[in-house]
Each structure stands twice: as structure tokens, then as C-alpha cells.
């Protein structure tokens, strides 16, 4: 059921590629809130998802852009704009993505021009699309940008790999911009710690089916779901939390504040015998 709460807002949306993303959610559930927004991929990622299906469904514009790319993040805004009759409201970037990881490089035999890519693209690419925005002047009073995070950022997690160092400058980044689009522009800047999750992007990271079920015997709620993440992304673009920012939100069921919980407990004493020699 609606609750209008994105009623008349105007919104810019980075990294839906297919149902599966949490980006999709949002733009699904912001839709139903009575938003109008701008969908933005990669021309490469456009091609392999199908953000054309969700642009029909839910009214929006698509325009591709790297966002890597200055100048095309400079053109997306400026076409985003003009297509949706004014400034941005809200803005989304769920954008991450490790070649190391994805080339099966553990965290002790990086290739580090991969590593300038991690970074390029998990993070740095928030601020770019931070700073394009400021100097356009995009964003309105009391608009809100939101990246997604990972409790990596904080604690050392087996094959997260260099999509930790990314998640701890993207985090990084939200406070030092949050703090000038604050004070200057009343606008706010977040990052949220979600659950993980089964996306295109997390389902590479290495053991991450064993991840997940540890996460979830771990949290006293359970897991977040992508849906319920983009529950929380519309609460957060929404004027009922005005006044958050600077802020790394955990959406994790409580994970991140858990030690042991009784169901991770008996399963590590039902394995404790056969894995006493792992590292």
C-alpha cells in the first residue's frame, strides 16, 4: 500500500541491472510512492540486464552513463534534469565492483591496477557524482543521496577482499561531502550497511552462500532482504528523516552489534571436531 511519501519527488537511481539488484527494488518501491526519476547503468551493463523492462514499468528515463566518467556524469545530470523538470530530490548510488575479486585474486596478491579500478568504481564514483552535482548545483533542499555498504568496511570478513578498502572510502566520502552539502545546502548524505545480499555484484564474492547463512543464524532479525532495504531507502529519500546524515546506517538485522548467537553457536559445535585444524 502507498503512502506517498515520495510524492512529487524527483530522483536519479545508479546500478539497477536486473531484479535481483536492490537499486530495481528501490526504483519499484519509489514508483509506487509517487516518484519520477531517472534509471542510469553502464552502455556494457545496460546490455547485459534489462533496465529497459523496469524504465516501462515504472515511467522512468534511462540514460546511460559511466560513472567513472566526469563528462558523462556531467551530461546525465544535466539530461536528467531536463527530462524530469527540475533538480533531484533524491539519489542513489549501488554501484560495486572488484576485477580482483572477480579474477579470483585473494587480498595477498592484489593486482593493483585492479585495485584503481575497485576504487574507481565502488567508490570514487560517489564522489564524482557528489561533486558533479554540487558544482550543477542538482540536488535540492533537504534532498538525499544514499550508497550502499557493507559491514566490511568495519570488520575484517573471509573473501570480501578489496571491496573492503571501497566500502570504507565510500563510507569515508559520505561524511566529508555530508558535512558542505549540510552546512551549506541542507541536503543529506548517508551510506547504508545492508544485510548481505543475492545480487549480480555480491554472488561473485568468494564463500558468499556461506556468508549469508552465517549473517543470518548471526542476526537476531535475520537477514534484510533487498526488498526491505528498499523500504528503508524510500524512508531515507522521504522528509521523515530530515535531520540524518553523515551517518553509516546497519540495515543487518542486528548483525553488527551481535557476538554469538545461539544458532551459529550449535552449529560451530556440531562442526568444531572436523574443523579443529582450519584457519
Given amino acids: 500500500m502507498s503512502h506517498n511519501l515520495l510524492k512529487g519527488k524527483r ?15 528501490v526504483a519499484e518501491l519509489a514508483h509506487e510512492e509517487g516518484a519520477t526519476f531517472v534509471l542510469t547503468n553502464t552502455p556494457v551493463a545496460m546490455r547485459m540486464g534489462t533496465i529497459d523492462e523496469l524504465a516501462a514499468r515504472t515511467g522512468s528515463f534511462v540514460i546511460p552513463a559511466d560513472a567513472t566518467n566526469v563528462a558523462d556524469l556531467e551530461r546525465l545530470v544535466k539530461e536528467g534534469m531536463e527530462k524530469l523538470g527540475g533538480k533531484f530530490d533524491f539519489v542513489l548510488h549501488s554501484i560495486g565492483m572488484s576485477p580482483n575479486v572477480r579474477k579470483g585474486r585473494t587480498y595477498d596478491d592484489l593486482d593493483y591496477d585492479y585495485l584503481d579500478k575497485t576504487l574507481d568504481i565502488s567508490a570514487i564514483s560517489f564522489h564524482k557524482i557528489l561533486q558533479v552535482c ?38 569515508s566520502i559520505a561524511r566529508s561531502f555530508g558535512y558542505i552539502y549540510g552546512r551549506e545546502r541542507q541536503v543529506r548524505i548517508n551510506t547504508i550497511s545492508q544485510s548481505p545480499t543475492m545480487t549480480t555484484a555480491g554472488s561473485g564474492v568468494m564463500g558468499f552462500d556461506a556468508l549469508l547463512d552465517f549473517a543470518d543464524r548471526m542476526s537476531p532479525l535475520g537477514n534484510a532482504s533487498a526488498d526491505e532495504c528498499a523500504s528503508f531507502c524510500v524512508t531515507m529519500f522521504s522528509d521523515l528523516t530530515r535531520k540524518i546524515t553523515m551517518q553509516n546506517l546497519f540495515h543487518d538485522g542486528g548483525f553488527s552489534n551481535m557476538g554469538m548467537s545461539n544458532r551459529a553457536m550449535a552449529v560451530y559445535n556440531k562442526n568444531l571436531e572436523e574443523c579443529k585444524d582450519c584457519k
Avoid: H, P
Wanted: aromatic share 14%; hydrophobic share 50%.
Fill in 11 to 25: 530522483g536519479l537511481i545508479f546500478g539497477a541491472l536486473n531484479e535481483s539488484s536492490i537499486a530495481w527494488k
Fill in 134 to 171: 554540487w558544482k550543477l548545483d542538482a540536488i535540492n533542499e533537504w534532498g538525499s543521496v544514499l550508497a550502499l555498504s557493507y559491514i566490511a568496511a568495519q570488520r575484517t570478513l573471509y573473501g570480501y577482499n578489496d571491496m573492503a578498502d571501497a566500502k570504507a572510502l565510500l563510507e
